[in-house]
């Protein structure tokens, strides 16, 4: 089964409007933590924004927000006021069991196109 | 914030010859690092766990008699591609962690192999 499926291979925003990049992830473990990376095409990843299991509050970071629902199951990463330059590739990646690992299993993306 | 740094970030080879590419922690010291291997138009999948003083951990599928893993010390880990063949090209990628300051693990710009 995936650990982490994000169902929108493509997304299409208009400048200056909000766009929400889908994903959802599978883990029994109790303590975990959700991110997301941008890879634009220079290929580097940056990192926008992290959600801890135990993190009772949405996560924010500037113009991106992590709209977190434990019980689905979803980390839905809020992109607002989407600019030209946010166009790129989107990971969601989960890290399981952080005091045992610190790998990162990611998703399969979401590539977001911003047209003017 | 946290650098890392990979080099190079590009490179070609022959068939049957090896590549190294190494991966610096550049503010901070890393006892772990993480390889991943992106093919085009994919996501990012997690070749090995890279251990300062001690051995590899590779994932399932990954051979580790190909793709050499040295972690000497704490600030770096080199992969070397050993007798690379064309189906080897791919975008390679580090990652680490500041366990001490960060939750995020930072990643290398990557690096662009194609083996003709």
């Known amino acids: 089964a995936q650990k982490i499926t994000q169902t929108q291979p493509g997304m299409f925003v208009q400048e200056k409007e909000a766009v929400t990049l889908d994903c959802t992830y599978d883990?029994?473990?109790?303590?975990?933590?959700l991110f997301w990376y941008k890879q634009p095409s220079s290929g580097e990843m940056i990192f926008l924004i992290y959600q801890g299991s135990y993190d009772e509050q949405n996560a924010t970071e500037g113009r991106y927000s992590l709209n977190f629902q434990k019980a689905r199951k979803s980390a839905n990463l809020v992109i607002s006021a989407s600019q030209l330059g946010d166009s790129a590739m989107y990971f969601c990646a989960m890290r399981e069991d952080p005091y045992n690992t610190d790998k990162l299993i990611f998703g399969t993306g979401t590539r977001l196109q911003v047209f003017p | 914030g946290a650098v890392v740094s990979q080099h190079p970030s590009w490179v070609i080879c022959k068939s049957g010859t090896s590549v190294k590419i190494e991966c610096r922690s550049l503010?901070?010291?890393?006892?772990?690092m993480f390889w991943y291997r992106q093919f085009p138009k994919q996501s990012l999948m997690l070749m090995a766990t890279s251990n300062e003083g001690s051995k590899a951990t590779y994932e399932q599928g990954v051979e580790k008699d190909k793709f050499l893993i040295n972690h000497a010390s704490l600030t770096l880990s080199t992969l070397t591609v050993t007798s690379a063949h064309p189906e080897d090209s791919s975008f390679y990628i580090c990652s680490a962690r500041d366990l001490g300051l960060n939750t995020e693990a930072f990643f290398g710009q990557g690096t662009r192999l194609t083996v003709v």
């Open positions: 883990t029994s473990d109790q303590s975990y933590g």
């Open positions: 503010d901070f010291q890393a006892t772990t």
